[in-house]
Each structure stands twice: as structure tokens, then as C-alpha cells.
């Protein structure tokens, strides 16, 4: 199978949330975090990254899911043009 270059990709690795803003549109926050496994799912299927996005709820809330991104794109030798964190 051909590996996939993503030009944009945006995980949702929670969507805890400490905070209650008035403008926020994900609605109310949930003791949900991603499962791992489809982090690996779709990692293990990519050769490319032009943008990434983690986002939540509060990313900051799930820093295993940061580690768990960054360490398999590190291992998976996956390039990444840019990279962000949507707090």
C-alpha cells in the first residue's frame, strides 16, 4: 500500500477542558481522550505531514497523547512541515 502525504492533518486528542469560553464551538467539555491506537492507525500509514494540528477541548489537558504523537513521528522518521497546538 502507497503511504499517504497529507497536506493538512488535525487530531482531536481530547476533549477535556479547564475553561469555559463564551466563543468556544465544541461545546461542553467530555472526559474523552483519544485512543492511541488511532494515532498508530493513521501514522503507520503516512510518508508525509505538510501541517499538523493537535487540538481539543484544551490539548494540554492529554500531554501523553502530545508525547505519543511526536515520539511516533519521530520513530516513524515522518517529516512534519508545521506544527501546532490549538489551546
Do not use: W
Not at 3 to 29: F, Q, Y
Not at 60 to 86: C, T, W, Y
Request: charged share 25%.
Amino acid at each position: 500500500m502507497k503511504k499517504l502525504e497529507i497536506e493538512r492533518l488535525s487530531i482531536e486528542i481530547t476533549r477535556r477542558c479547564n475553561m469555559k469560553c463564551s466563543h468556544c464551538m465544541r461545546g461542553n467539555a467530555r472526559n474523552t481522550d483519544i485512543n492511541p491506537a488511532y494515532i498508530t492507525n493513521i501514522l503507520k500509514h503516512t510518508q508525509n505531514i505538510g501541517y499538523l494540528n493537535l487540538t481539543g477541548g484544551e490539548p494540554s489537558m492529554n500531554v501523553e497523547a502530545i508525547r505519543f504523537v511526536l515520539n511516533n513521528l519521530k520513530r516513524r522518521k515522518i517529516p512534519v512541515g508545521s506544527f501546532h497546538i490549538v489551546t
